[in-house]
């Protein structure tokens, strides 16, 4: 079975602060995929990122980076300088398994950023 | 490009009276799925097509939901009849259906379901 832990439920932060999103998968699959969506208050889930399992190369895309690994299951997400415009729900979601379609999404992290 | 369409925004119904829910999905994806998502969860799917076709419906309640694309293209979730536990968000999504290794799920707006 997969599984997405999201164990921090909410985090506020003073804009400019750095905020670090944990997320721990479980899956028995050997090939899998990551993701990030940030869900604003208007409700759209929105991609941010996605890592195949074999790729275990972070990445950096502006002030979003991502650490990927494979040995804790882990896939972290951090935002260097937040900003209000951080403020939202995150959700780290696993891809794995034979219903290909079937996105596990974690519980979701709430980001409070205040100026 | 254009996104993935929903309507309506919102909607709020008395338990026992249906409702249905539409999805345009982004052109030229083959691949559309309907999520449940419940306030404070993650989003949870209820089915997904491929074109016209069902590729997994297991979590779908389908004594009471059903959902149809007969044409390949736009969706219709209908819920026949309302349970108060219905309320929720409905996301749409879709993916060109390039398979896993590839496929990316971008997602609408949502519907917000409130049942009394």
Redesign the interface.
């Known amino acids: 079975a997969q599984k997405v832990t999201q164990a921090q439920t909410e985090i506020s932060v003073v804009e400019k602060e750095d905020v670090t999103l944990d997320c721990v998968y479980e899956t028995r699959d050997t090939t899998y995929y990551l993701f990030w969506y940030k869900q604003p208050p208007s409700g759209e889930l929105v991609f941010l990122i996605r890592r195949n399992s074999f790729d275990e190369q972070n990445e950096i895309s502006g002030r979003y980076s991502w650490n990927f690994q494979k040995s804790t299951s882990s896939f972290n997400f951090t935002i260097t300088a937040s900003q209000v415009v951080d403020s939202a729900v995150y959700f780290c979601a696993l891809l794995a398994g034979d219903s290909w379609g079937k996105l596990q999404f974690g519980a979701g992290t709430q980001v409070v950023v205040t100026p | 490009e254009a996104g993935v369409a929903q309507s309506p925004r919102y909607k709020i119904i008395e338990k026992r009276q249906s409702v249905a829910f539409w999805c345009n999905p982004i052109s030229g994806h083959a691949?559309l799925?309907w999520y449940q998502q419940i306030l404070?969860?993650?989003?949870?799917?209820l089915i997904?097509f491929q074109n016209n076709g069902v590729?997994?419906d297991?979590q779908l309640p389908k004594d009471r939901f059903s959902a149809e694309r007969l044409k390949g293209v736009d969706s219709t979730l209908k819920i026949q009849p309302a349970k108060l536990e219905d309320s929720a968000?409905y996301?749409c999504?879709s993916?060109l259906g390039a398979?896993?290794?590839t496929?990316?799920?971008?997602?609408?707006?949502?519907t917000?379901l409130t049942v009394l």
């Open positions: 691949t799925y404070g969860q993650g989003p949870k799917l997904q590729v997994d297991s968000v996301l999504a993916s398979g896993p290794s496929d990316t799920q971008y997602f609408g707006p949502g917000r």
